[in-house]
C-alpha cells in the first residue's frame, strides 16, 4: 500500500539536543511537507519542498532545518534553538503544485525531558 | 493574513443526527477547499474536497458546500454514526504550496 510513513511516533529531547523526525513516501509525489499541530490550533507549515534539492521557509520554521536529498524523504531536525518544541509534529505529501489534496503521515509526538 | 476561521469548536450530536461545520476563509485567491478528519494519535486523512468552480459535492453522508461570494464552505454529514467522533479540519489553498487550516472542530456523536 502507498502512504506516508513518520517515525518514531513518540521522541523526547534533553535539553541542548537536537532531533530528527523521519518521514518517508512511496505515492511519487514530488511535494513534501512539515506541519506543527498544537492543542486548539491548526496546522502550522514548518517547511515544504516542491523537488529534490529545494525546501521552502513555511510560517514558523525557525529552530528547524529540513533536507530533501531523495524524492521519497524529508526529515526534521529539531535544533536546540526551537524553546518550545513540544507538539505533535505531521509530515504530508501532495502530487504536485497547489489545489492537489494533501497525504498526510500518522505523526510524531515530541516531548521535553 | 490569510486565515480560514472554523464553527463550532466543538459540536455533539445524538446518533442518526446531521453534523454541520463551517468555515470562512480570507483568500479571494483560494480555489481549493479539502476536509479532513483526524482520529485521535492518527494524521488527518481527506474525506472531500471542493473546487471552485463547483458549488456543491456529495459522497454518501458527506457533503461540502461552497459560497464564493461570502467566501464559506459548510461540511454536512448526515445519518451520524459513533465512528464520525473525530477532529474535523477545514482548509483552503489558493494553487500555491500554501495550505491553510482552520483550527479544527471536535465532533462527538452520541450513542
Known amino acids: 500500500d502507498g502512504g506516508i510513513t513518520q517515525s518514531p511516533k513518540y521522541l523526547f529531547r534533553k535539553e541542548g539536543q537536537n532531533v530528527t523526525l523521519s518521514c518517508e513516501q512511496n505515492l511519487n509525489h514530488d511535494a513534501m511537507y512539515w506541519y506543527r499541530q498544537d492543542p486548539g490550533q491548526g496546522l502550522r507549515l514548518i517547511y515544504y519542498s516542491q523537488i529534490v534539492n529545494d525546501f521552502q521557509k513555511g510560517d514558523i520554521a525557525e529552530g528547524y532545518s529540513v533536507s530533501r536529498e531523495k524524492k521519497e524523504s524529508f526529515p526534521l531536525t529539531v535544533t536546540s534553538a526551537q524553546k518550545n518544541p513540544t507538539a505533535f509534529y505531521l509530515c504530508?505529501?501532495?502530487?504536485?503544485?497547489?489545489?492537489?489534496?494533501?497525504?498526510f503521515g500518522d505523526g510524531t509526538r515530541l516531548s521535553i525531558l | 493574513g490569510e486565515n480560514v476561521e472554523q464553527h463550532p469548536s466543538t459540536l455533539s450530536v445524538q446518533e442518526g443526527d446531521s453534523a454541520v461545520i463551517k468555515c470562512t476563509y480570507s483568500?479571494?485567491?483560494?480555489?481549493?477547499f479539502p476536509w479532513y478528519k483526524q482520529e485521535l494519535g492518527k494524521g488527518p486523512q481527506l474525506i472531500i474536497d471542493i473546487r471552485s468552480n463547483v458549488g456543491e459535492k456529495k459522497d454518501q453522508r458527506i457533503a461540502v458546500t461552497l459560497n464564493k461570494t461570502a467566501k464559506h464552505f459548510s461540511l454536512h454529514i448526515t445519518e451520524t454514526q459513533p465512528e464520525d467522533s473525530a477532529v474535523y479540519f477545514c482548509?483552503?489553498?489558493?494553487?500555491?504550496?500554501?495550505?491553510?487550516f482552520g483550527t479544527g472542530t471536535r465532533l462527538k456523536v452520541l450513542a
Open positions: 482548509a483552503a489553498s489558493s494553487g500555491t504550496y500554501k495550505y491553510i
Open positions: 504530508a505529501s501532495s502530487i504536485g503544485q497547489g489545489a492537489q489534496p494533501q497525504h
Open positions: 483568500d479571494s485567491a483560494s480555489n481549493y
